[in-house]
């Protein structure tokens, strides 16, 4: 049994870390282009050069994080179902 509450602690600790930075920090560099916003290439001579923007990012380096694509979505949903509509008015209100 400790063994099991220990596994818990842990992914309710690596969890809480996890939302913690997405909180903090909820832009990470883009994983396909290393956050240069393009992807780099060599001329002939072997020299680095610019190649093309990179799609995923849209050249900006910077990709969302996934749990904040996940809250955003979710505040998303709840604002879009919660929402009351405004009553009516009347013509006698006017």
Partial sequence: MPLTALAIACL???TLGYSGMCAASPFGTCR???GF???TTTD???R???GKSCRRCKATGKR???GRWLYNRAQRIYRDGTDTPRPERSEANR
């Fill in 12 to 14: 309710i600790l690596v």
């Fill in 32 to 34: 396909k282009c290393n």
């Fill in 37 to 39: 916003g393009f992807a």
């Fill in 44 to 46: 002939r001579k072997g």
């Fill in 48 to 50: 680095p050069k610019r």
């Fill in 64 to 66: 969302i994080r996934a």
